[in-house]
Structures are given as C-alpha cells and as structure tokens.
C-alpha cells in the first residue's frame, strides 16, 4: 500500500509539468553582413533549413555593419545583446550559440532548444492602416506555469520574409532581415501575477517606412519572443505572421477609440463565463463572433444589433453554437461594426 501511495505522490508532483507543456518554436537569430563572403556561402543551407522548417521556427537575421543597407538601431541593439564580435554567428533561442554553416549544425542547434521544456504561449492580432502604413501588434501571453527566470522581456519586430534587391559583391537577394524593434529596442518588461496559468495582454504601435532598403509590403512579417532578462538570455517562446495573417478584416481600418471602447475582459483565463465590457460614445450596429486560434467560428454571439450610447456587457458561457461546451485552449473574440474590426485573445480553462 505504501509503494501505490509513493507512486501516486510521485506522478501528483511531476502533473504540472506532464500537463503543461506546450509547443516549442524557437527563435534563430543569424548575424551577417552583406560584404561578408562566408555569411554569402552559408546562406543557401541557412535557406533551405528555414524553409523546410518556416512553421516551427522563427527566423531573424541581423545586419551588424553601418555599411549595410539594413543597419539601424534595431540591428545594433541585437548585436550589443549578445555581444557578437564576428559574422557569421548564430544563436537558437537565445542560449545556444553556433556558426551557422550547414543544415546539419543547424539542425542539432534546433534539437537542443526542442529539447527543453516550454510553458508559454504566445499568439497576436493587429490593426492597421494601409493609408498610413502603421498600426498597433496585440500580444497575448499565456504562461501554464513559470517560465524560468523570473525576469521577462517581451519583444516586438517587424522584418521582411524575401528581398530580391541585392547588394555588395556576394548577394543577390536577402531573406529574413530585422527591419526595426518597437515599441522598446531593449524590450518590455513582462509580469506575471504568480498565480498560473496567467495571461498578460500587450499592445505596441507601430510604423512601417516605405524608405526600407527593397521595402515590399507583402514580404512583411511580425515576430514575437518573451526572453529572460538575466545572463542566460533564455527564450522561453517565440512567434511569427505576416501582416495579412495578423491583420485579419481590421487591416483596411484602424478602430477608432473614441467612438468604439472595449474595456478589460473578465475573467481571463476564465472556466465558466466570461463577461466582455463596451463603451460607446455613439449608438452603432455590431456583430460579435468567437473563433478558435485556427480561424473557426465557434459561436455567433450578436449578430448585427443595433448599439445605443453608453456602457454594454456581453457574455460568453463558453459553449458553441450548437450549445456544447467548448474544449480548453486560446479562443479570439471579433468584434465587427461598420468599417472597423476590433480582436481580443481569451483563454478557456
């Protein structure tokens, strides 16, 4: 009797970490520069295993050189992190640095950051206005439990998947470039509550500049990555779209606040219901929808009513539309009215 009970104590111990884990994508920083030979020569095998592995990675190369057409202060401040002193150099989460030369030792440099253990999750959605080129990342971050450190820096980017504008004597194109860091190049200080799962809700404007070396649009990406903040430099979890991917129906409009407020949702993470706050200062016509994290409508909470002026509450009881309780896991809320689309990121536990 006594072996069942060690048994069962044990497995009781470990639950947290069988149960909370979740999926892995690290972050690749590549340092190069475009009058680098060997950055040149080690591209194609730096291409082809990106490519292969484009969805459980996310990929940034970082121009180190003030002669460089893509340098900048975001460019200089990633260099200053790690303190890299030659190209071509490379990085894997942030821990495990290598010379990134050939697939087979960027392979073994993804094993080892899968090898660990991740407890976070990180998804975003955003606004923006094709008129102005600028707009606002949300980020949501989901720790099951704590991270590592205690200590967390949350960065934003924008780079650019393909540039088919060379430069200097060895390139004739250029993949995955940092364009800027936004809002904070040293990144944004993240705190969790201490009580898990916790979620934390992030929001960063940002500009897209025209006057980018071979700026194109529709090579846009945004990546996100919650970081230690100590020595160790450990990336806990990382995450990349395109622009049109982020930017869903809200791309053509950014909301207009003082017309259309959405306060705090509560609970969040919640387990039975969830209550959803708005402010309007104007009466309007809204639907609310919810979607699960891979764009499937799961329940059509108002369709198109008519909104007076003033203070509203929605609710959800997390079930879909046919009355069945949904499953656990991250669920986005699309709130759509006139020429406007406001997303917010909830989990169901």
């Given amino acids: 009797m006594k072996k069942y009970l060690s048994v069962i104590l044990v497995l009781f ?8 884990s979740a999926a892995r994508k690290p972050l690749l920083e590549i340092f190069t520069f475009s009058d680098c030979y060997n950055c040149a020569l080690y591209t194609p095998a730096q291409y082809s295993f990106i490519t292969a592995k484009r969805d459980s990675i996310t990929p940034i190369k970082i121009h180190v050189d003030s002669k460089d057409p893509f340098y900048n202060a975001s460019q200089m401040i990633r260099h200053s992190f790690y ?5 071509p150099d490379a990085y894997m989460d942030g821990w495990y640095k290598f010379y990134p030369e050939n697939e087979a030792i960027l ?6 950051a899968m090898s660990e253990s991740c407890y976070v999750e990180i998804d975003f959605s955003a606004s923006y206005n094709v008129a ?20 967390y820096l949350l960065f934003c980017a924008v780079c650019t998947e393909y540039c088919d504008t060379g430069y200097g004597p060895y390139f ?4 995955y470039p940092l364009r800027y860091l936004f809002p904070n190049l040293s990144g944004s200080t993240i705190n969790f509550s201490g009580i ?3 979620t934390v809700n992030f929001s960063a404007p940002f500009q897209l500049d025209t006057s ?10 945004f990546a996100s990555w919650l970081q230690s903040g100590l020595s160790d430099k450990h990336v806990y979890q990382s995450e990349n779209k395109t622009l ?3 930017g869903i129906e809200e791309i053509f409009q950014v909301q207009t606040p003082s017309v259309f407020k959405i306060g705090n949702i509560f609970p969040n993470p919640f387990s039975s219901v969830m209550y959803i706050p708005m402010t309007l200062e104007n009466s309007l016509k809204a639907s609310i929808t919810i979607f699960d994290i891979s764009g499937r409508e799961v329940r059509n909470l108002v369709i198109d009513k008519e909104f007076s002026t003033g203070r509203h509450e929605i609710t959800w009881d997390g079930k879909n539309n046919n009355g069945d309780i949904v499953a656990p896991g991250m669920y986005r809320i699309e709130i759509i009215s006139n020429d406007f689309v406001e997303t917010k990121f909830i989990v169901k536990l």
């Fill in 13 to 20: 111990i470990l639950l947290p970490s069988l149960c909370f």
């Fill in 244 to 246: 049109a991917q982020v």
């Fill in 83 to 87: 303190g890299v002193i030659s190209v």
């Fill in 212 to 221: 980018w070396f071979g700026f194109d649009i529709n090579e846009i990406y």
């Fill in 132 to 151: 102005t080129y600028s707009g606002t990342l949300n980020v949501v971050i989901i720790a099951e439990q704590e991270p590592g450190s205690g200590s």
């Fill in 107 to 112: 392979q073994t440099a993804f094993d080892n």
């Fill in 196 to 198: 898990f799962p916790d």
């Fill in 172 to 175: 004739d194109e250029f993949h």
